[in-house]
């Protein structure tokens, strides 16, 4: 069912919905085991673009915490 997860996958970028980790895990562990090596390597890049801005925005976001915090000591 390759076909139908990757055209849900598509729908949801296209309504709008940003897929979340365990979307990724679950599509590039399929992806994997049936092969689909092409499909995986665009879902790995996608996945960098989507869940990666997040975590840098947090580190960045805490690293600035931690500055004001240092500095009101």
């Known amino acids: 069912m390759t076909d139908k997860a990757m055209e849900i996958y598509e729908l949801m970028k ?9 979307t990724f895990a679950i599509m590039i562990k399929h992806l994997g085991k049936v092969g689909e090596q092409e499909l995986l390597a665009t879902l790995k890049e996608e996945c960098d673009h989507y869940v990666d801005p997040a975590r840098k925005v947090r580190h960045v976001e805490q690293k600035h915490a931690n500055q004001r915090y240092l500095n009101s000591v």
């Open 14 to 22: 296209t309504l709008g919905y940003a897929p979340d980790k365990l």
